[in-house]
Nanobody
Framework: QVQLVESGGGLVQPGGSLRLSCAAS????????MAWWRQSPGKQREPVAE???????NYVDSVRGRFTISRDNAKNTTYLQMNSLKPEDTAVYYC?????????????WGQGTQVTVSS
């Protein structure tokens, strides 16, 4: 089985920065797309950023220019560098990987990490 473990969330003041990490473990042949999603109370989960296996990046408009997604294929890990954080960025952040493993191509989710932006 494949597991995703996130880290790096916390409390930060507006204008501050945080870096999230998400590492996959298990019998992994290859990881295709890696993405970050977030969910605020009372709202649906929304995509934030994604990076393809070839390194192409996409961002939701609200974070473009402030957040940067990257990946380290040797470590099966993705990072989300979040700068100039705003209170509206407060949410639980989830990583989502498309993984080729013994079970074929499947989508896996991390457990979520809380990001709170408040003074």
């Amino acid at each position: 089985q494949v597991q995703l473990v996130e880290s790096g969330g916390g409390l930060v003041q507006p204008g501050g920065s945080l870096r999230l990490s998400c590492a996959a473990s298990g019998r992994i042949f290859r990881i295709d797309d890696m993405a970050w999603w977030r969910q605020s109370p009372g709202k649906q989960r929304e995509p934030v950023a994604e990076i393809t296996s070839s390194g192409n990046r996409n961002y939701v408009d609200s974070v473009r220019g402030r957040f940067t997604i990257s990946r380290d294929n040797a470590k099966n890990t993705t990072y989300l560098q979040m700068n100039s954080l705003k209170p509206e960025d407060t949410a639980v952040y989830y990583c989502n990987f498309y993984v080729y493993s013994d079970y074929g191509l499947q989508s896996y989710w991390g457990q979520g990490t809380q990001v709170t932006v408040s003074s």
